[in-house]
């Protein structure tokens, strides 16, 4: 974003150390040839580390505790996808508990929990006058048991639009709101979410102080990556692994010669 300093996600730091592993096992050179190589690497890695002040990153305490090892100058912060995910997987979790609590089964057609688990997985604004009846209705099926389920997808809710509102120092006070209440919660799922969130507070909070700092660009490119390193049952060869990585993300703006 304009007027941001330089930022790395997880997913960069990680493809830069697997292009140096990939290099030492394809190349046969010489341990004179590979330490002028490594000591040139360690030191471009120095020079792109000094510069880094803001880091995205999955609720995951090794990266958490690497970004505190290496970058300890950058500001760590909690990439929203993965945030929203986890309150996206907290209701999922409610609403299978309380349908085994209610029915004693698994979701089966016809249940009211199992005809709505893909609205639960929406955000509000997303859904249609008709489907909004469903909800309402499957919920109203019975409604002291089904009630934990639409507390848990209105708390996810709140997630959402703390990230979706368009001034960040609203969207931060939603964000503190929820750190107060999701942990006190009634419903099992969400409390166990707030106190997840309590630990990530700083990294939680940074990111409507840095310009909403994501790893989302990285993430896109990475799962491509992945991809197409499956597809081609691994490299062994580090210059084919880079040019077919650079096919893949439009990287390449030469013709290669046939």
Known sequence: ?????????????????????????????????????GDGVRQFLAEFRNGVRVAALDPFHGYKTAIADQLEDAVAVLDAFHVVKLGTAAVDECRRRVQQETTGHRGRKGDPLYGIQKLLRAGAGKLTDKQWTRLEKAIAARPEEHLQVWIAWSCAQRLRAAYRHRDPAQGRKIAEKILASFPTCPVPEIARLGRTLSRWSEAFLAYFDTGRSNNGGTEAINGLIELHRRVARGFRNYDNYRLRMLLVGGGLDTLIPT
């Open 1 to 37: 974003m304009r007027g941001m300093p330089p930022s790395l996600s997880v997913p960069e730091a990680s493809l830069l150390a697997q292009s140096w592993q990939l290099f030492l096992r394809a190349e046969r050179k010489s341990p004179q040839t590979l330490k002028a190589y």
